[in-house]
């Protein structure tokens, strides 16, 4: 066994909350995504932030790696202890400490997930915003920087954490930002942590923002003949200043996959499904100038969804566009895969990548959230078929050398972790030599998360 | 003369852009404030990022001090050369680069000032929406994490900055963030750069987001009978989901001063300053649910301001409150502060300040961004009198110590410069270590901006 000493230790501090047991490597080496299993040496349950200091200062003394266990929902294999030692699993840490209504934020702890902390406050007329779909932890969330359908009106977790407790490598337990909405203070080490995927502390508790539950939501669904009609659309709706809540595109792929997982019998055309939120009065308005701006560009069947029943109908179908892909691919497993560039290119973007697929012999949905120039790529692989597979990775490089040709990032939303590390360089040029600095600053040993987001030295 | 050698490869570099003279040397000395001047030993005035380079590769080989100065608006007196050195003058890197209305996004140098942008953008139909009062540099808005009036709806240049290029201690040019909205590749840099006050790299570039100019904008007052009923009309306000693009408090005694200074006739009461941006349709509709949440705080002269003549003079009276504090003073200087705390706290906040001045026997005006628990207070001191020097330092720090205690922060925008690194410690705690590796990793050799921001090594 590799790490003996630090895992005698770390069962001494922990008793049966460290686990060798091969079924509980097993699970915490799995990922939703292509990834090949990466088994821990052991499993730790800590249960509060200073049980998190011990495990890390015994960690950091024997050179032990230490990756943080969220929800386990990450895209790009942040979870995965890649270098072995033990996955720090957040679970037991997921309370909802305070929810101070007046100044809309909530204090919790990482492991609790978006879903439990929406439904503790549906008493308050508060909800919290981020959604990325999966049931993630809300450390995980703010540590590769989440973002999703409602980042367009109310921000990525970048725009909605506003304090951390973090532990760094060394044990030393900080606290960034404070429960004010602002501050000129210092080096903004909150914005440092978020992004980071557990290279550079460990996440033990955040203040995130809440925002008003509105009076009225309404959603909408409307086609158009060609992806650059739905994306100029969404171009012209933002620049009048439409508080969008929500503007998806489907791609006619996409929409297919959902006919045949959902039988939404919808014509195989690029559509846009929309939310409002506002006032009665508000949202009647929004809905009226969007169907005059969808009118200049040829929408058809603008449908809307009033009802909280019809609306969530809408969203489900939308959050099940991994099971839609899949369906599509009769059973196989998809491949995820984002970028993000400015919204003037992303027709461009989205169009060389459908043309990209087609021309490599893969089937590729794609689902984006357009107002903020993000888009997701599935594609349908066999992971037994290495000739596919190959095909497949060679679209994702050239998806995300799209990006950054068209002025973008190779994500927008999934994150570095292990498969986008080789695009760094080309992206950030000589800051990643900064990046390192921090990284060897904060963390010498590399305990923390090590192979994730940095690429190996050249 | 200090620096000898690096004044003398600097004059090489530059000619007559490297200036001596004691005329100028003095004039970037000088502050609003009530720090003492310090002149740099030289004053720099290069034109391009090659020569920005050029020129910190030159002090960071012979240890000699650079403190970037823009438009000179700091209050904490960041752009002060107190080390000496040179003062590195960006004001002939202000050009725009590029306006993608798109994209709604605009490249600027950071020497071009917020208005100038402003100006530059009439004819898109965008604008750029940080607006501290003082028409500061755009770099150094974003160096020291400027925000004001509008930021409760817009956000700060925390928000507003997309990318960045800078160039490092050592010479090296980096660019951070893209084009794209978001992204979740590696560290936040631009956020790390953006309010650290000069003092880990010089910005030489920005990317700024623009927003759609409403189609309506109306302004309105509105006053009450005590700070707690304002503050409660606000709080209300803001958790209703109303998109306030303005919400200001003014206390008695600003009232009282924009009496003496521009004949405003205003009751010397609570008042509320506010402005409302959307559809026609949409301010009709926020101005009436404000007028009804107002009403249950017992607001007096709901008066609104539509035509944009009404509108300009409301806003020019609320940004000449520094003027305006000064007539107050009868033609005393005014020592500005501000502090940041939880909405939910900012009544007791205001009130503390008050109460104390009034006990310290100063005359203090207050006004606020009451959305985000944002206030200033300006106290009016005569800087021959040690004595009152002296009260006004006591209220400052006491001020300071009441943001914590209300688990908000020792400022919201003017930053901390000289004047708070003394807050340094209690405020960021065990974070002030990983802020001072990060200065340690990224400018060894301390010449960035050197005693700003970080207290000195206790």
Redo the contacts between chains.
Sequence with gaps: MNHETALSELSGLLGDRLSTSMAERELHGQNETYYAAMPPDAVAYPETTAEVSEILKICNAHGCPVTAYGAASSLEGQHLARAGGISLDMARMNRVLAV??????AVVQPGLTRKFLNEELRAT??FFSVDPGADASLGGMAA????GTT?VRY??M??NVLALEAV?ADG?????G????????????A??L???EGT?GIITELTVRL??I??MTAAATCRFDSVEDAVNCV?TT????L?MARIELLDEMMVRGFNAYSHAGLPEKPHLFLEF???T??VA?QMD?FGTIADEFGAEAFRTATTTEDRNALWAMRHDAHYASAALGRGKHIWPTDV?????RLAEAVVQAQTDAREMGLTCTIVGHVG???FHAGLSVDPEDAEEMARAKEFTDKLART?LRL??????????GIG?RQ??AA?????????R??????DPNNILNPGK??PANA
Tied chains: 1, 2.
């Design positions: 101070n209504a007046e100044d809309m934020n007329g508060l590769t920087r989440a973002s980042a921000g990525t970048r725009e760094m030393t337990v900080i606290r960034t404070t429960k004010a909405r602002k501050s000129s203070t210092g080096y903004d080490l914005h440092l978020i992004g980071s550079l925002h008003g509105p009076e171009i933002i620049q009048a200043g508080p939120h506002g006032s009065a508000g308005d100038t993000c560039v400015p919204i003037s903020d120039g993000n990006g002025g973008g990032t190779v994500s927008g939303e999934h994150g570095i986008k695009h760094m992206e950030h040029g000589d800051a990643l030599g900064f990046m600095r921090i990284k060897a600053g904060f987001l940095l």
